[in-house]
């Protein structure tokens, strides 16, 4: 059953990602819920455990993307790799404050490797295909994407409190009153 | 000296060597059965999801302009008023061009076949330059083909093309260039799209007169696109960086952000 919710979940957060916070943000402030979920998953319970969920999350965004199917993917997998070495992160889970600061420091983190890589590969493999467009911009540091990185963080908060909760199987009760009867 | 690697360092290097073959199998556009067997199945949920969000967004944003309603409509009014006088002033140039094609024995310019069709989905690698669309090749819809609104406003072409959904690429999309002409001077030149959501006009000769506020149109050239759409209007001129050519920031009338309904121009002719 807690996959079930998982798989749900991360379907609605795929839709929401693709048809839902672009009419309400714009694309330079759209924060990554799917990086953030595979960050909380890593957080949460570590890499080898929701390896496969990383995949999936991954393989979903790429279908609306206009990128290689596996690219977001392959970076997830390499960001969650990274984040899984800092066993720091763990070890003060207890200490509620602090290991809420890192969360958000990881998330953002986490969005500036993301967006620089997926340039990175994107370019990779323009070169392989001959194309000569390669893409020139950089991830420009500035507002947007202060309140890019912001928004990212703070639904962070929301999906690693939504993953705790479905992980300790208590979320959504009524959902599962309905279905154990 | 005995070389191990741990459980989890063999899941990391496996799934590492699986996606990359996928990343290099993984065809795009149509061919790709996974993405369009995929987009198929999404496809509903998405254009239910953007309505959706589109409508509560619409809400939020009336609720926030309620103050400024009372001016827009002055200045609606206004406007309605000078365009009703265009109007009637373009009414009588129709009705003298209609003759004199009859006199000059030209065909009658042909309407385009148009396709309407929800916007659905954002390309997340775009910067909102691409969109899905719910419409593909069962409708008709093939790649490059002109996405208008408003019955005349080029925003895009269709890059790709699945089954029952479509990717359109924005002319603001880097990469994207088309042919343009200015309509007071007849400048030609080239649309093209520029960092994030902004548009130039490049390559217009030095000879060329070309001043802020004229209109751009499609030039018709190369048959990709039918004459006569409107790009925008001219703003900030400037010399290109060789000072062979001028080159120009290009207004465009619509809100690239707030796309929801646009058109695919399946069948055109230009005249």
Redesign the interface.
Known sequence: MRSFNLFIFCLVLILIQLSVLGSFVSPARTPNLILVLAVSLVVYQGFEKYLGWIIFSGFLLDIGASWPLGSTSLLLILIALGIDRLNAVSNIKSRHLLFYLSLAVIFALSLFIFDWASVGLLNIERYFLKNNQLISFPVEINFDYFLKSAYTILGGFVIYFIIRKLEANDFPKIFQQKTSG | MKFSLS??TW??IF??IL??I??LV?S?GAD?P??GF??TI?SP???T??IF??G??GFFDFLGSIGDLKRENEELTRENQGLLAENARLKDTEKENEILRGEMKLAPREKYDLEASFI???????????F?IDKGKNSGISENMPVIVSGGILVGKV??VFSDTS?ISLITD??SAVNAEVIDSGAKGIAKGT???SLMVDMISQTDVIKEGDEVITSGLGKELPRGLLIGKIGKIDQSQDKLFQQATILNPVDF?DLRVVFVVKKFGNP
């Open positions: 459980k989890k899941k990391f799934a590492i996606l990359i996928v990343i993984s795009r790709n996974a993405k995929m987009l999404a949920f998405m254009k999801f953007r969000s589109g509560a967004a659905i989905a954002q390309d997340p690698g775009s910067r909102g330059n691409r899905l890059s790709e990717r880097q990469g960092f994030g959501l952000l």
